[in-house]
């Protein structure tokens, strides 16, 4: 009978690429889902995971009251708020995951539709927003829990207004801010030198589609060569930040539709390896919308989304995209990089864009894209609908977690076709089911270098220095089907990002050079790091231990030059 279930658990439809999983064992197959905060306090509009393994999320001060007080009774009185006047709620999260506690965060100025990213000790940096927020740069120093850290705002920081720009960290630990409503130009934070103004950025003119926008929130890549990759509206470049030109136009990407927002697809770069150095770049853009889907919207009109992806390495001499099709249509939907280094597409729906109200016909599914031999799967339906405003972070434990939705003044949960959503849901991958478990990895443990027995920077996590060997090791199970010799391990960095508006900023996978060593369940590996902070700016980074495609849980290590 056991034998039957398994057999039955193996069985599966394929359909022009698409991988249907019939299963009696659905969570085995296609994941599960489970709700971790019934009342997450405030809509997540922005996520990012800090290396306290707190999740901070946030959306913005001009909506109203949250279900979330400020402590003390503090209250943020602002006679230009729309909503409220004087606001005694939080606008603004940190989210334990390890007890699944909420502490409100305080935000003093709006960061409706910002952008983000963390500097290499860990300080979350967030920049913009609107109205009194638009040229505020936010920093959030993570704490361990029980500690109170809360935003310190630092107002005219930006020299532009920065509302749906997007953000890359340098290898110089600076970031540059890319875009906004209206600032067709970039700007780096901190300036580079005293007197440094802003860029134009001729792409985002040439973008624009009067009415409809569709290159806010423009897809931002470090490319292996210290270039930024630029991709806005289907137009794509290579920008040089120390001439500031562009050097290099890609061709348009095809299939007739937009790709940014309000046509809001996603994007990801596919993990980068030491097998070349880390040279080669493959960028990933998925779904989208017609070009008029925003205008045909407000008018009642909501138009079926688009099915494709496309693939564009960007490191080749003449690339060109090569088009795909999921396994259907998908706007507004975020993309995650897996500790296997496989893409889940989640959120989002099938009809409209984004913009307030603007989508229709969620898709619950996940799906599970693995890059090597362009296998799509769909995953199990969660039962919360996640359109505009939604998001999806990868946490330590190889799960993602979902939150925030169509957002409503005054956060209205009736009476409206998608109310503001306050559940946080996490995403389990089939990779964490119980059945893996005799591959699983366990007990990840840094053995640092004698001389780096006082980590220099104070804080929790391995320190890892460019192009140099460090040393970790773990566990397999004692009585694991696996293969003796341990080969199929892989070592994988994931860089936490800054997620938001169908696009997680500073994402970034890398696969290590490794050779491990020990036998039965006692390993060691002995691991070289990024060979550069171009590849790989400075800052924390997830290692996954990955053992024929389960990962371990996540360890964080800070990535730092020497010197
Ligand atoms: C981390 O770096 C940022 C940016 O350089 C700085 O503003 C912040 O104060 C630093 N945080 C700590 C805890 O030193
Ligand atoms: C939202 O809530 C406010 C206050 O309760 C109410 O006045 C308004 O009509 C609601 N809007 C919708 C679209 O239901």
Request: proline fraction near 7%; hydrophobic fraction near 35%.
């Amino acid at each position: 009978m056991i034998l039957l279930i398994c057999v039955i658990g193996l069985l599966r439809f394929r359909a022009g690429g698409v991988e249907v999983v019939a299963s009696n064992d659905e969570a085995a197959n296609s994941g599960h889902w489970s709700v971790e905060l019934r009342n997450g306090g405030v809509s997540a509009m922005h996520m990012t995971l800090t290396h306290e393994n707190t999740v901070v999320y946030f959306d913005m001060t001009d909506i109203g009251a949250s279900l979330l007080s400020l402590p003390d009774g503090q209250c943020r009185v602002d006679q230009f708020d729309e909503v409220l006047k004087r606001d005694c709620w939080a606008h603004a999260v940190e989210y334990t995951i390890a007890s699944a506690e909420t502490r409100p965060l305080e935000i003093k100025t709006d960061t409706w539709c910002s952008s983000g990213s963390f500097a290499s000790n860990g300080t979350l940096i967030q920049t913009g927003g609107w109205g009194d927020g638009y040229r505020v740069v936010r920093y959030f120093n993570p704490c361990p829990r029980g500690g109170n850290c809360d935003w310190i705002e630092a107002p005219n920081a930006l020299q532009e207004k920065r509302w749906y720009a997007s953000n890359q960290v340098l290898p110089n630990d600076g970031q540059v801010v890319v875009g906004g409503r209206g600032e067709p130009t970039y700007e780096f934070v901190p300036r580079r030198r005293q007197d440094e103004g802003t860029y134009k950025l001729p792409l985002l003119v040439d973008t624009y589609e009067a009415g409809a926008e569709n290159n806010l929130y423009p897809f931002v890549y470090l490319n292996s060569d210290g270039t930024l990759f630029i991709f806005a509206n289907r137009d794509s470049i290579l920008l040089n930040l120390q001439t500031n030109s562009i050097v290099k136009k890609f061709p348009r990407m095809p299939g007739d539709g937009s790709r940014n927002y309000p046509s809001s697809g996603s994007s990801v770069i596919l993990p980068l390896t030491f097998e070349d150095d880390f040279h080669k770049v493959e960028v990933m853009v998925c779904g989208g919308s017609p070009p008029s889907a925003y205008q045909q919207a407000q008018l009642g009109n909501f138009l079926t989304a688009l099915d494709t992806c496309g693939r564009l390495v960007i490191t080749d001499a003449n690339p060109d995209w090569q088009m795909e099709k999921m396994p259907g249509p998908r706007v507004l939907s975020d993309m995650v990089i897996l500790p296997t280094g496989d893409v889940l597409i989640i959120n989002g729906c099938q009809q409209g864009t984004g913009g307030w109200g603007l989508g229709r016909s969620p898709v619950l599914s996940p799906y599970l894209y693995t890059p090597h031999n362009a296998n799509w799967q769909i995953m199990a339906e969660s039962t919360v609908p996640r359109m505009y405003h939604s998001s999806a972070v990868l946490i330590p434990d190889g799960r993602v977690l979902v939150g925030g939705s169509n957002t409503n003044r005054y956060y209205n949960f009736t009476g409206v076709m998608f109310p503001t959503e306050l559940r946080i849901e996490a995403f389990s991958p089939p990779y964490l089911h119980s059945s893996q478990d005799d591959l699983r990895p366990s007990s990840v443990t840094g053995l640092p270098h004698q001389r780096d027995r006082e980590n220099p920077s104070g804080q929790s996590g391995l320190v890892i220095y460019y192009g140099e060997d460090f040393t970790i090791s773990f566990r397999l199970p004692w009585r694991g089907s696996y293969r003796r010799d341990g080969s199929s391990l892989e070592y994988r960095l994931n860089a936490p990002p800054f997620c938001t508006h169908s696009f997680s900023q500073n994402q970034r996978q890398l696969v290590l050079k490794a050779t491990t060593s020990g036998y039965g369940t006692f390993r060691w590996a002995r691991i070289t790091a990024p060979s550069s902070a171009v590849v790989a700016p400075a800052g924390y980074y997830l290692l996954f231990v990955v053992h024929e495609g389960v990962p371990s849980s996540g360890t964080w290590v800070q990535l730092l030059p020497r010197d």
